[in-house]
């Protein structure tokens, strides 16, 4: 089976544009999660979508949004950048919703940089 | 989902196992104990987890304290290929599929 995968996996941006990252789960898997990572912040979750809904949101302004299409894969979209959002926005999908026990299986991560 | 604490670093020889110590005092009776590693320039990866019972795979073993509060990760013989940052993880599967990672440790093999 093909891993998780990201596109693009590296873009610049300036300030105040907007930006729209993509992931495709596992095939079979319907549940995505988006996550931040930064030096100063670590990994940070930012929201999770099952079956096209969200289920789960992190701390994060309203900038950041995303959605689920019916084959599963995701975007996520970050409107009016700021600096502070230049990080690697990772994507991670599971086969179940909700499990305590199940696993998540990671994307190599976009890394985007504003300027 | 309840905290965890972890040593910032931990050094190791090659070919030595290595523990990895995670303590999570306020753990509930429906959280599950995760492991998850992170290698340089990749997006974390699955190691390990388990509920109450010690639990062992081809990567790792994991050993759970009786009460729970504490566990530690074991690496049986330490690579270079095993130097990244360790992440444990309480899940209750009943709040979805979100992960709440702290700091981790960042193991150092040396060769």
């Known amino acids: 089976k093909a891993g998780v995968t990201q596109t693009p996996r590296y873009l610049i941006k300036t300030r105040g544009q907007q930006v729209t990252l993509s992931c495709s789960p596992i095939s079979g898997h319907r549940s995505v999660s988006w996550y931040q990572q930064t030096p100063g912040q670590g990994l940070q979750f930012l929201f999770e979508y099952f079956s096209e809904t969200q289920r789960n949101k992190g701390n994060f302004p309203g900038r950041f949004s995303g959605r689920q299409f019916s084959n599963s894969r995701s975007e996520m979209n970050v409107s009016t950048l700021e600096l502070g959002d230049s990080a690697l926005y990772l994507c991670?999908?599971?086969?179940?919703?909700?499990?305590?026990?199940?696993?998540?299986?990671f994307g190599p991560g976009t890394r985007l940089t504003v300027l | 989902d309840a905290k965890t604490t972890q040593p910032n670093s931990m050094e190791s020889n090659e070919e030595e196992p290595v523990h990895l110590p995670c303590n999570h005092s306020t753990i509930s009776g429906t959280d599950y104990i995760h492991w998850y590693r992170q290698l340089p320039s990749q997006g974390p990866e699955y190691v390990i987890h388990?509920?109450?019972s010690n639990v062992n795979n081809r990567m790792a073993s994991l050993a759970i304290a009786e009460d729970r509060k504490s566990s530690t990760l074991i690496l049986h013989r330490a690579t270079l290929r095993d130097a990244a940052v360790y992440y444990c993880i309480l899940r209750d599967g009943n709040t979805g599929n979100q992960f709440y990672f702290g700091t981790g440790t960042s193991l150092t093999v040396i060769p």
């Open positions: 991670a999908s599971s086969s179940l919703a909700g499990a305590g026990f199940n696993e998540q299986f």
């Open positions: 388990g509920l109450t």
